[in-house]
């Protein structure tokens, strides 16, 4: 997931950024560490009617057909049918919690016991809408920050939102304990629920901590942001490696999240690599925030049809938005190379296909290694559009940065994100 605040304090220099960090080929075979602390990863596929995919599909926002007119349907929480995310196991104050795994954002939040729901227009509504899985009992096992808060606005400025505490507690995930994380617990807010995870694990960079210090969340802004050491940070402490990695896969049983490194009986193929770049900051200067980098372009082509964009956009690796977001014409441009081609359903805010459509190829060049995207990805036959029955793409638009690279690249492949001196991301084909 995104979040809002931040991308306003960054999106204004961004474009100056695209070729701040030149991007290296790594020919050799790559050198990872071996993990040993490796923990399944479970892919939720709640068969939940709904606006359970609302928001991640904050993202797969309504467009007009005219990049003209696109704005007029953005950020309306759009309905979609079923969820697709991946979910871990992070145990806290005594209990076992599923939580979201990240990548796009680096608060680690809990539900708190006692939560108030609210809906998108802020009114009072039972906690069932907000659907949580359980929650968090009693306080911060190891006391709460009293002077900070947590506010985060996921998505676009009427996407999900959470106030909540600030506070410390020891946390288990993939074996490893981390002592005194700060993590947050949510007190109010309008959350679209799954009925199962109770937070999110944020495995985003420090830069993209949401903590605030005095008690007035209405007048939170840069003035009064606080950056904290997320989880990415004490994990590399603890352990010494700045490494961790994600196997995502559509078949539950192999999926991972492995810290320190790759899990040693995992297979790949050559690794592509590419540095994580530093995005620009309103107030001058320029810092890590996202898992950010620019590949040199992607390419999509069915039988009868070939697209480039070179170069490409720059984009983020968020393990939390299921599909690629991207510029408008593009997203466009692959989901008519469908056969047949998808069309683009507005109140849906994405576009569908037959769900035996056949996907063209997308290849997205990173360090000069084509990384093919399992054409399984392609279409997602969980998500549904009620009126025709046809499946969503993987491939949506948004009207401005970040673009995104989600869940439907991630798929199939390992995806080491480097947070120690080397700042770079890695990836690789998973084989058999
Ligand atoms: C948490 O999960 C682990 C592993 O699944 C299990 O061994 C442990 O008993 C669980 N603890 C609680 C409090 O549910
Ligand atoms: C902080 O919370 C308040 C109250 O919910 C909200 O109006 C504001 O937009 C939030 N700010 C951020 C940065 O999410
Ligand atoms: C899922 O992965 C497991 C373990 O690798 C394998 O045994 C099983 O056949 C796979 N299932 C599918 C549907 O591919
Ligand atoms: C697209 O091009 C790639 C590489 O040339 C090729 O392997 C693939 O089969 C093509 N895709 C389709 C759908 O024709
Ligand atoms: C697509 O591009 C490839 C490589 O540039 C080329 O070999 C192929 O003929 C093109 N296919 C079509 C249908 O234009």
């Known amino acids: 997931m995104t979040n809002s605040i931040i991308y306003s304090f960054v999106a204004s220099l961004l474009l100056g950024f695209g070729s701040a960090a030149p991007v290296t080929e790594e020919k050799r075979a790559a050198q990872v560490p071996a993990a040993s602390h490796v923990l399944k990863v479970n892919r939720n596929m709640a068969s939940r009617p ?4 609302s928001d991640r599909f904050r993202k797969f926002r309504a467009v007009a057909d005219s990049p003209a007119t696109a704005p007029a349907g953005v950020g309306t929480a759009v309905c979609a049918q079923h969820q697709v995310e991946y979910l871990i196991d992070v145990k806290a104050g005594g209990n076992n919690f599923s939580l979201i795994i990240d990548t796009g954002s680096s608060d680690t939040w809990f539900v708190k016991n006692g939560f108030q729901c609210l809906d998108t227009y802020h009114r009072s509504v039972g906690l069932s809408y ?16 009293t002077e900070q808060h947590f506010n985060i606005t996921y998505g676009s400025a009427n996407g999900p939102f959470l106030n909540g505490q600030m506070g410390y507690s020891d946390i288990t995930v993939a074996g490893v304990t981390i002592p005194k994380q700060q993590i947050a617990l949510a007190t109010i807010g309008a959350w679209n629920g799954d009925g199962i995870s109770s937070g999110i694990l944020g495995l ?24 904290y050491a997320p989880v990415v940070t004490t994990v590399s402490k603890q352990l010494g490696s700045g490494i961790f990695s994600l196997g995502l896969s559509r078949n539950a049983s192999q999926s991972f999240l492995a810290l320190g490194g790759v899990p040693q009986d995992v297979k790949v193929g050559p690794y592509a690599t590419t540095p994580i770049q530093k995005l620009g900051k309103r107030l001058g200067g320029s810092d890590y925030f996202y898992y950010t980098m620019q590949p040199t372009r992607m390419v999509w082509n069915s039988s009868t049809l070939n697209g480039t964009a070179s170069p490409s956009p720059q984009v983020i690796v968020d393990s939390g938005t299921t599909l690629n977001l991207l510029p408008y014409d593009m997203a466009r441009s692959i989901n008519a190379q469908y056969t047949p081609h998808a069309v683009l359903v507005p109140e849906q805010g994405g576009w569908f296909v037959p769900c035996s459509a056949v996907p063209p190829s997308l290849g997205v060049e990173i360090g000069g290694q084509m990384i093919w995207t399992d054409p399984a990805n392609m279409i997602l036959p969980e998500v549904k559009d009620p009126s025709t029955g046809y499946c969503a793409t993987g491939i949506g638009a948004v009207d401005s940065a970040p673009y995104i690279l989600g869940d439907v690249f991630m798929q199939g492949l390992v995806s080491i994100f480097d947070v120690g001196d080397k700042m770079e991301m890695k990836f690789a084909k998973r084989l058999p």
């Open 204 to 227: 985003g960079l420090p830069g993209l901590t949401e903590a605030f210090t005095g008690n007035a969340p209405a007048n939170d802004g840069l003035q009064n942001m606080v950056t």
């Open 130 to 145: 907000c659907n949580f899985g359980p929650t968090f009992k009693g306080s911060f096992p190891g006391g709460q920050i």
């Open 50 to 53: 709904g606006a359970v995919l």
